[in-house]
Every structure is written in structure tokens, then in C-alpha cells.
């Protein structure tokens, strides 16, 4: 079993940023493929962005590439989602996810969900 807490949501302006954070407990961190997708109301689960075992590959949707940074330190268990630039359409509960390999997170196909963070981006 893993465990995912996620932290760091809130309510930011247009053109804030917001660092989310997600620590894990459980079986070895590193095993996996750690990434976050978002749910906005109304609307299906999507893929945000992942970051490899080593942390040396990451992907991300179209819509956040060159505003989110995803990172991982595995002496800590903790995965990061910085979001820059933030819109009102990023507003949306986000959730830490686990599972094998980047190719997983397109298909959905995830282990482990954390309980997921609001992010509320005000116009």
C-alpha cells in the first residue's frame, strides 16, 4: 500500500502561483511513476503532469506546459507541482497519483490516489 497526502491548495489570484506537495508513506517511493491529475467541476478526471523513477523525465498536458513544474525528492517521498501563471480554467480539486511508468497516466491506469487538494484561481 502507498499512501498520498497531498498539501499547498488554496484560492490564488489570476497570475499567482500556488506549490502543491505530496508526501508518501507506505511501499518504496521510488518504485513509482508519481504525477498529478485535476478535476474541475463538472468535468472529467484529467492528466496534469508526471515525473519519472529518477526524476529525469517528466510530461505534462498541453494546456500547463511552460507555466507547472512537476519534481520529485525521493530522500523525502514528496512529490511537487509548482503552477505558475495560473488561470481560472486550472481551477479544480488535484490529486497525487502513483503508478508504473509515464505511459500509465495517459492510459489512466493509476495504483494509488491521494484525497486531493482544492486550487481555486479567482478572474
Known amino acids: 500500500q502507498v499512501q498520498l497526502v497531498e498539501s499547498g491548495g488554496g484560492l490564488v489570484q489570476a497570475g499567482g502561483s500556488l506549490r502543491l506537495s505530496c508526501a508518501a508513506s507506505g511501499r518504496t517511493f521510488s518504485s513509482y511513476t508519481m504525477g498529478w491529475f485535476r478535476q474541475a467541476p463538472g468535468k472529467e478526471r484529467e492528466f496534469v503532469a508526471a515525473?519519472?523513477?529518477?526524476?529525469?523525465?517528466?510530461a505534462y498536458t498541453d494546456s500547463v506546459k511552460g507555466r507547472f513544474t512537476i519534481s520529485k525528492d525521493n530522500g523525502k517521498n514528496t512529490v511537487y507541482l509548482q503552477m505558475n501563471r495560473l488561470k481560472p480554467e486550472d481551477t479544480a480539486v488535484y490529486y497525487c497519483a502513483a503508478g508504473y511508468g509515464i505511459a500509465a497516466y495517459y492510459r489512466y491506469d493509476i495504483d494509488y490516489w491521494g484525497q486531493g487538494t482544492q486550487v481555486t484561481v479567482s478572474s
Open positions: 515525473v519519472s523513477l529518477s526524476g529525469g523525465s517528466t
